[in-house]
């Protein structure tokens, strides 16, 4: 450890999901200064892009209020949002940030009206449900947005449309001159709560994601049943908009694959039954088959898939799919081996949701990462002393991720407290 | 090729660390994790009598003399799917034709007598004579190697696809074409044999 001139008790969390947010909150409430940097418009992460949580099917929404009160309620956390962190120097206890930031457009004093939204005509792709519809070029980036408020496509800031937006606003809050900027920030620790993001399902080309609208991936499958998804929470095939009578839930699409993810993703096993729930719950006459390698439900979550398993619509076949073919009227032909009856089989379904795995944020280098080690996957080495929260630290669930968090604010308050 | 050893009782595992050790790939085999995407992606899958997945765990059962006895070994057409599929890269088409190999050499009663072991001898013959593989012989050393009017009746049955193939400058009717060298060819392939001998002993 080099010695630092100048010794800070202020943590830096970067990212603010589930996990930076815990972080954040736990290192204040303990009476710690701390700096949230976010990369998006808005807090929240991948958690505010779920449906319900497993197993109790509660909504994530409710997790994230009381969150968002505690950050509001503090007067020790600075959370900056479209910022990410451009360099970091320095030792435990003394580092020296950079910190780059986007522009916005829209100043805090936007009121969530959405007047800029309804005189912009512009259609982007809209992130948050991974480009499954799109939103007006100025957007709330989601019901559950912190900080709530509005954002400008930068396609736009600089036009005729950009004006329209600004005299639209009632309060003066559009600013086109918003532009890139930097700032710096000494702090004594890092927390890393880089998250993760869905492996990418082009990758895994026999299932043909790519190709067909009926298959689509289990993170798509959260925004269609979402009440603030793309179609309001009604489950339909993408291709027709019709309700699919039989669903295939493929686990496995790309983890535990050494051409793929080589781990186990931990979650995706019970995020499918979570799905074939979803299924059953507003389609009565569905029909459900799960293929899957094993079932992996860690210690109480055994009792979801119990559940699941007890419902007579919802099949459990034994088999890695070895690939998906074009049937007729858009369907998608499930093939592949049933490993305990040796039937080889070529089934048709309505949608296929692929159970694709969690794949580091801080993998193939998207996030510039200065201080931690990563392990081979893109995860960060919890042995190179780096702090990491969450998913950053490998694949988990959202408890799990909330339990590492609060370790990761133990950690960084004791390296600023040394 | 070392000696291959017969289980005698349950959970005996000698015949698969066997495999483990001298078949090709099967250093792999340990990892198999019963996943069924070789025998899925298997365009022969519904034909083979127990496909590559069960196969490797009657491997690991020690059910030796079914293994080396199955058609599985011999209906790989070495398509690759499975192996590029494979989650846990396991070479399946590897093994499958080195444990055809096996079975041949140990004698498995109907192992020389299938299609495919009679196409490989003839296909190797050309390849090992001439450097080359003649269309011609090859397929007549295949047919006939079923006897003399079975052959001729195969032969006359695939007489309108060797005349096609004559016309699309496939199949030629001259002398066999055959490698640069064939007397250094003959040495690669006797130094190649000693070495496999060397290999099977010190194993």
């Known amino acids: 450890m080099t010695e630092s001139t100048s010794r800070s008790r202020t ?5 603010g999901g589930i996990s930076g947010i815990t972080a954040a909150v736990e290192a204040a409430e303990a009476g710690h200064d701390v700096v949230l940097v976010e990369r998006s418009p808005t807090l929240g992460g991948r958690v505010a892009q779920m449906n319900r949580y497993f197993p109790k099917l509660c909504h994530p929404t409710c997790g994230l209020e009381i969150n968002y009160q505690r950050i509001k309620k503090s007067k020790r956390i600075k959370v900056f949002t479209m910022a990410s962190v451009a360099s970091v120097k320095g030792a435990p206890g003394g580092y020296a940030v950079t910190v780059r930031t986007r522009p916005r457009y829209v100043r805090p004093n936007c009121t969530a009206c959405g007047d800029c939204g309804r005189a912009a005509t512009t259609e982007v792709a809209n992130p948050f449900n991974y480009g499954l ?28 449309e950009g ?19 930097s700032f710096e920030l000494e702090v004594g620790a890092v927390v890393w709560a880089t998250g993760w993001r869905p492996y990418p399902a082009d990758k895994l ?5 790519s190709e067909m609208a009926n298959v689509v991936t289990n993170v798509e499958m959260e925004r269609l049943a979402s009440p603030d998804g793309p179609t309001k929470g009604r489950i339909v095939r993408p291709s027709d908009g019709a309700v699919p009578k039989k669903v295939a839930l493929i686990q496995c699409a790309g983890s535990r694959d050494l051409n793929h993810l080589a781990y186990c993703s931990r979650i995706c096993c019970l995020a499918s039954m979570k799905h074939a729930a979803y299924v059953r719950e507003q389609i009565a006459d569905a029909q459900v088959d799960v293929y899957y390698i094993d079932l992996r439900a860690h210690d109480k979550l055994e009792s979801f898939v119990q559940r699941v398993k007890r419902d007579p619509q919802v099949r459990f076949v034994k088999s890695k799919p070895a690939r998906i073919e074009a049937g007729a009227g858009d369907n998608p032909v499930v093939c592949g081996e049933n490993t305990l009856t040796r039937e080889v089989y070529a089934e048709p379904y309505d949608l296929v949701v692929l159970a694709t795995g969690m794949q580091a944020a801080t993998a193939e280098g998207e996030v510039p990462v200065f201080a931690p080690d990563l392990d081979d996957y893109g995860f960060i080495f919890p042995e190179s002393g780096a702090i990491a929260a969450g998913v950053a630290s490998g694949p988990l669930d959202v408890s799990m991720s909330v339990q590492s968090a609060t370790a990761a604010a133990l950690k960084a308050i004791r390296a600023v407290s040394a | 090729m070392s000696h291959v050893p017969t289980p005698t009782q349950t959970y005996d595992l000698s015949f698969a660390r066997w495999v483990y050790g001298h078949v090709d790939g099967g250093d792999r085999l340990a990892l198999c994790m019963q996943c069924g995407t070789c025998s899925g992606s298997c365009p022969l899958g519904p034909q083979m ?13 020690g059910l030796k003399d079914q293994v080396l006895g199955s058609n599985t070994i011999w209906n790989c057409v070495s398509c690759y799917n499975c192996v590029v599929r494979c989650p846990r890269q396991v070479p399946v088409k590897h093994i499958l034709q080195s ?13 020389r007598e299938t299609d495919n072991a009679r196409f490989a001898k003839a296909f190797w013959w050309s390849a090992a004579k001439y450097g080359r593989t003649d269309e011609r012989l090859v397929t007549a050393k295949f047919y006939f190697s079923y006897g003399l009017s079975k052959g001729y009746r195969k032969s006359m049955a695939n ?3 060797a005349k096609g193939m004559v016309k699309a400058r496939r199949m030629h009717l001259g002398l066999p074409h055959k490698c640069k060298n064939a007397g250094e060819l003959k040495l690669i392939l006797a130094r190649a044999a000693e070495i496999e001998a060397r290999h099977g002993d010190a194993s």
């Open chain 1, 133 to 160: 519809d799109k939103v007006k070029a100025a957007h709330l980036p989601h019901p559950m947005a912190f900080p709530m408020r509005y954002v400008i496509d930068p396609a736009v800031a600089a036009t005729a």
């Open chain 2, 159 to 161: 007489l309108a696809i």
């Open chain 1, 163 to 181: 004006r329209a937006i600004e005299a639209a606003c009632p309060v003066g809050a559009v600013n086109l001159d918003d532009a890139e900027g």
């Open chain 2, 49 to 61: 009598d127990f496909g590559p997945r069960k196969l490797f765990m009657m491997i690991r059962a």
């Open chain 1, 11 to 15: 943590i830096l969390v970067v990212g």
């Open chain 2, 99 to 111: 444990l055809a190999t096996v079975a041949v050499r140990e004698g498995y009663p109907g192992a």
């Open chain 1, 205 to 209: 080309t026999a299932y043909r994601w």
